[in-house]
């Protein structure tokens, strides 16, 4: 699993710079990152949709989608899915319950 998402990090970082006309990356980074961050919030609304449908091959599919366009975001902030990750690890074993009631005391 890891190894698809660093395949898709390495070709996002690679095609930012590439020629619009042939690469949607190049084309979707050169709108900037309002437009980015925006694709990103079309592609979740359609993967809820598809999940609240309860079509599991057109989740699936949007689920893709919307991972794709988290990672040209995470690209466009030089952040990579190894930093989401290793927070994802420091939250190992942490309940969201205890660390939600932990919040509410600061
Ligand atoms: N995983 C993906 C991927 N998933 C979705 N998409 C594209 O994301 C776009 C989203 O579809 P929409 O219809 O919502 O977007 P749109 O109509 O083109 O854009 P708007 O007009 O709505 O702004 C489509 O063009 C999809 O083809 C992707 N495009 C590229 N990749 C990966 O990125 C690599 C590099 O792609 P290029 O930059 O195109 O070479 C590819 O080899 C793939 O590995």
Redesign the pocket.
Known sequence: MADTLQK?ET??RE?RV?DPA?????K?TAKGRP?IAQ?LG??AVETVIAALSGDRAATTSEA??LI??LGVLLADLDLSFDDVLAELERREGISGIAEKADRAKD
Request: proline share 0%; net charge neutral; charged share 30%.
């Open positions: 898709l070709v996002i095609r590439g042939l690469s949607y990356v190049a979707l437009k694709k079309e592609e893709a989608d794709f366009h």
